[in-house]
């Protein structure tokens, strides 16, 4: 990459809205997939709390620790130049205090981050917006179907299925921009929900599973390079399989091991001639 292409800002972020350019973002947690997904071009990196079930094989995000948090975002940070790094708050780390909750935020900005993101849109949660926003700190909102937030939900739905929904995610959506937001995630809306809302703020939507009219679209790097075992969500387009091709290359690696046929020479390190002749001579004593 270019290194005298600026890096992303909030500028950025704004002007694409202003103009109708796409935004794009991608989820990701180690250093190599940041440093691909940056020298790509990919607008911004968001450090999801989706790493419980990608990474580390939780059952869901409400697992996630703030010092995870940290960890991955360390890492995916040391390989960016351009994108715009969001990291997630994840669960309980935003839900007692706004002091509790500066802290948390504060502790990422230091990891990096150039801004965090919250669930939820409550009074309190708002206000904790509001609070980090007035401290300098960037914040980015999240609504329609939010995992944190599974328990209460009961499941995988998708949210605003309704005009009155759709007036209600328009409402919360406001409250996150006039309390300093600047941008929010829409997850699992209706497209034509989405639609309305994204042309109803002054700040940008980021889909997911929300159809194509949100201001820009986020997927996680492992769902679209088919890494992650399972089933994919509907939203998701995979455009690669590296699950058949990390089985052939681990399948490969040890078949030749059992059958002799790696290390070859060439993956060997030798003595210099003199001193494999002492070698030799020490054994036949």
């Known amino acids: 990459m270019d290194d005298n292409i600026k890096p992303v800002t909030l500028r950025t972020f704004q002007r694409m809205k202003e103009t109708g350019e796409k935004i794009t973002m991608l989820t990701a947690y180690d250093y190599a997939s940041a440093k691909y997904i940056d020298e790509s071009g990919v607008d911004s990196i968001l450090v999801g709390d989706s790493v419980g079930m990608t990474v580390l094989g939780y059952d869901t995000t409400l697992k996630v620790t703030i010092d995870d948090m940290l960890t991955f975002t360390r890492a995916v940070v040391n390989g960016v130049k351009r994108s715009f790094v969001i990291a997630d708050m994840p669960f309980l780390s935003y839900h007692i205090s706004k002091e509790q909750t500066t802290l948390n935020a504060g502790r990422l900005i230091q990891a990096g981050a150039k801004a965090v993101k919250l669930e939820g849109a409550s009074d309190f949660i708002i206000d904790g917006i509001k609070h980090l926003s007035q401290s300098g700190i960037n ?20 949210q605003g299925k309704s005009y009155e929904n759709t007036i209600k995610l328009l409402q919360a959506a406001k409250k996150l921009e006039d309390n300093g937001a600047f941008a929010i995630v829409l997850e699992m809306v209706p497209e034509e929900s989405a639609k309305f809302i994204s042309e109803n703020l002054n700040i940008p939507t980021i889909g997911i599973g929300a159809g194509k009219y949100c201001d820009g679209q986020v997927l996680v790097i492992d769902d679209i390079l088919g890494k992650y075992p399972g089933n994919l969500p509907k939203f998701v387009k995979q ?9 052939n290359a ?26 494999r002749e002492k070698l030799e001579y020490s054994c036949n004593k």
């Open 139 to 158: 914040v980015v909102g999240h609504l329609g179907f939010t995992p944190q937030y599974i328990n209460t939900i009961g499941g995988y739905f998708i």
């Open 239 to 247: 455009y690669t399989n590296l699950q058949e091709i990390m089985k």
């Open 250 to 275: 681990i399948s490969q690696y040890n078949q030749e091991v059992k059958q002799g046929l790696f290390p070859e020479n060439n993956h060997a390190f030798n003595l210099c001639a003199e001193e």
